[in-house]
C-alpha cells in the first residue's frame, strides 16, 4: 500500500490550498482518512479526520476554514484550507487506516510522504 499526497505550495495570508492524498494497492477496505500537520519545533497533530460514514471531525484551530472529504471509488482524501493563516504553516501528512490483503487480510495505519505548507503573510 502506498500513499501519495500533493497539494502543498506557498500562498498569502488569506488564500487556498487543496491537498490529495491517493492511497493505492491491495486494498480491501478504508476505515478512515486523516490529515495530520507538523510545524517546525512542534509535535504531529491530528487536524481533519473523516470515517467510513462519512463523519468528520476537526481540530478547533482549523474548523470553519478546512474542509475534509473523501472519493472513495479513487480511494482519496482531500482537504480544502480556505483563508489560510502564518500559523498553519507546516508540513501536512495524510494518514489512512485500512485493510488490505498481503497473503491474507491485514489491517494497518499507513502515512504519507508529508507535503509543505508556507503561508505568508
Known amino acids: 500500500v502506498q500513499l501519495q499526497a500533493s497539494g502543498g505550495g506557498v500562498v498569502q495570508a488569506g488564500g487556498s490550498l487543496r491537498l490529495s492524498c491517493a492511497a493505492s494497492?491491495?486494498?480491501?477496505?478504508?476505515?478512515?482518512m486523516a490529515w495530520f500537520r507538523q510545524a517546525a519545533g512542534e509535535q504531529r497533530g491530528l487536524i481533519a479526520r473523516i470515517l467510513s460514514d462519512g463523519s468528520m471531525d476537526y481540530a478547533d484551530s482549523v474548523k470553519g476554514r478546512f474542509t475534509i472529504s473523501r472519493d472513495n471509488a479513487k480511494n482519496t482524501v482531500y482537504l480544502q484550507m480556505n483563508d489560510l493563516k502564518p500559523e498553519d504553516t507546516a508540513t501536512y501528512y495524510c494518514?489512512?487506516?485500512?485493510?488490505?490483503?498481503?497473503?491474507?487480510?491485514?489491517?494497518?495505519?499507513?502515512w504519507g510522504r508529508g507535503t509543505l505548507v508556507t503561508v505568508s503573510s
Open positions: 494518514n489512512v487506516d485500512l485493510k488490505y490483503y498481503y497473503f491474507g487480510s491485514r489491517t494497518a495505519q499507513f
Open positions: 494497492g491491495n486494498i480491501v477496505s478504508i476505515y478512515s
